[in-house]
Protein backbone atom coordinates (compact mmCIF):
# COMPACT_ATOMS: atom_id res chain seq x y z
CA UNK A 1 0.00 0.00 0.00
CA UNK A 2 1.31 3.34 -0.65
CA UNK A 3 1.57 5.49 2.09
CA UNK A 4 2.52 9.20 2.73
CA UNK A 5 2.77 11.06 6.37
CA UNK A 6 3.83 14.56 7.19
CA UNK A 7 5.09 15.55 10.50
CA UNK A 8 7.23 18.19 12.68
CA UNK A 9 4.33 21.04 12.58
CA UNK A 10 3.95 23.08 15.32
CA UNK A 11 3.86 26.50 16.91
CA UNK A 12 6.59 28.81 16.17
CA UNK A 13 6.93 32.95 16.56
CA UNK A 14 7.38 34.58 13.38
CA UNK A 15 10.96 34.55 12.21
CA UNK A 16 11.16 31.02 13.72
CA UNK A 17 12.28 28.02 11.81
CA UNK A 18 10.13 24.42 11.50
CA UNK A 19 11.81 20.99 9.75
CA UNK A 20 8.14 18.78 8.25
CA UNK A 21 9.26 15.33 7.11
CA UNK A 22 7.53 13.05 5.00
CA UNK A 23 8.03 9.55 5.26
CA UNK A 24 6.94 7.29 2.30
CA UNK A 25 6.65 3.88 2.07
CA UNK A 26 4.76 1.30 -0.76
CA UNK A 27 6.58 2.77 -3.93
CA UNK A 28 9.51 2.90 -5.54
CA UNK A 29 11.00 6.12 -4.12
CA UNK A 30 12.93 7.41 -7.07
CA UNK A 31 10.22 7.42 -9.64
CA UNK A 32 8.56 10.07 -8.28
CA UNK A 33 8.46 13.69 -7.20
CA UNK A 34 7.04 14.36 -3.77
CA UNK A 35 5.50 17.65 -3.45
CA UNK A 36 4.46 19.93 -0.04
CA UNK A 37 1.12 21.34 -0.75
CA UNK A 38 -0.53 23.76 2.48
CA UNK A 39 -4.48 24.25 3.24
CA UNK A 40 -5.64 27.11 5.51
CA UNK A 41 -8.70 27.77 7.05
CA UNK A 42 -11.06 29.30 4.31
CA UNK A 43 -8.52 28.59 1.44
CA UNK A 44 -8.20 25.78 -1.31
CA UNK A 45 -4.72 23.60 -1.05
CA UNK A 46 -1.65 25.54 -2.39
CA UNK A 47 1.16 24.33 -3.99
CA UNK A 48 4.84 24.44 -2.07
CA UNK A 49 7.42 22.76 -3.01
CA UNK A 50 8.20 19.91 -5.14
CA UNK A 51 11.27 17.17 -5.45
CA UNK A 52 11.67 15.02 -8.48
CA UNK A 53 13.89 11.81 -7.77
CA UNK A 54 13.30 11.51 -11.21
CA UNK A 55 15.33 14.43 -12.85
CA UNK A 56 16.79 15.68 -10.05
CA UNK A 57 15.20 18.78 -9.41
CA UNK A 58 13.31 20.90 -7.24
CA UNK A 59 10.99 23.93 -7.41
CA UNK A 60 9.28 26.23 -4.61
CA UNK A 61 6.30 28.66 -5.16
CA UNK A 62 7.30 32.53 -5.41
CA UNK A 63 6.44 33.04 -1.74
CA UNK A 64 8.40 30.45 -0.19
CA UNK A 65 11.41 30.92 -2.17
CA UNK A 66 14.86 32.10 -0.33
CA UNK A 67 12.65 31.02 2.96
CA UNK A 68 12.14 26.97 2.39
CA UNK A 69 14.13 24.06 1.34
CA UNK A 70 13.39 20.89 -0.36
CA UNK A 71 15.23 17.72 0.24
CA UNK A 72 15.54 14.06 0.42
CA UNK A 73 16.92 10.89 1.90
CA UNK A 74 16.85 8.50 -0.69
CA UNK A 75 17.98 5.52 1.59
CA UNK A 76 15.22 6.52 4.28
CA UNK A 77 12.28 7.33 1.32
CA UNK A 78 11.83 10.50 3.75
CA UNK A 79 11.66 13.99 1.85
CA UNK A 80 12.30 16.64 4.41
CA UNK A 81 10.59 20.66 4.07
CA UNK A 82 13.31 23.12 6.02
CA UNK A 83 11.20 26.06 6.95
CA UNK A 84 12.88 29.35 7.63
CA UNK A 85 12.19 33.02 8.24
CA UNK A 86 8.21 31.60 9.22
CA UNK A 87 5.43 34.23 8.81
CA UNK A 88 1.97 33.99 9.82
CA UNK A 89 0.49 33.84 6.38
CA UNK A 90 2.62 30.39 6.10
CA UNK A 91 0.09 29.08 8.64
CA UNK A 92 -1.67 25.63 6.93
CA UNK A 93 -1.83 22.53 7.20
CA UNK A 94 1.09 20.75 5.21
CA UNK A 95 0.38 17.70 3.13
CA UNK A 96 2.93 15.55 0.85
CA UNK A 97 1.78 14.07 -1.97
CA UNK A 98 3.13 11.75 -4.83
CA UNK A 99 3.27 12.36 -8.72
CA UNK A 100 4.83 10.46 -11.22
CA UNK A 101 8.19 11.55 -12.40
CA UNK A 102 7.99 15.19 -12.95
CA UNK A 103 6.96 17.87 -10.79
CA UNK A 104 4.17 19.83 -12.12
CA UNK A 105 2.97 21.80 -9.30
CA UNK A 106 -0.68 20.46 -10.74
CA UNK A 107 -2.49 19.16 -7.49
CA UNK A 108 -4.82 16.96 -10.16
CA UNK A 109 -1.40 15.15 -11.00
CA UNK A 110 -1.38 14.03 -7.40
CA UNK A 111 -2.88 10.73 -7.08
CA UNK A 112 -1.18 9.62 -3.65
CA UNK A 113 -1.98 11.96 -0.30
CA UNK A 114 -0.72 11.77 3.79
CA UNK A 115 -2.22 13.05 6.59
CA UNK A 116 -1.37 17.01 7.28
CA UNK A 117 1.04 18.25 10.03
CA UNK A 118 -0.50 21.66 11.57
CA UNK A 119 1.88 24.91 11.21
CA UNK A 120 1.19 27.64 12.95
CA UNK A 121 2.61 30.60 13.33
CA UNK A 122 2.43 33.37 15.43
CA UNK A 123 2.91 37.36 15.15
Known amino acids: EVQLQASGGGLVQAGGSLRLSCTTS????????ISWFRRAPGKEREWVSCISKYEGTTHYVDSVKGRFTISSDNAKKTVYLQMNDLKPADTAKYYC????????????????WGRGTQVTVSS
Open 26 to 33: GFTFDDYA
Open 97 to 112: AREQKWCSGKESMHNS
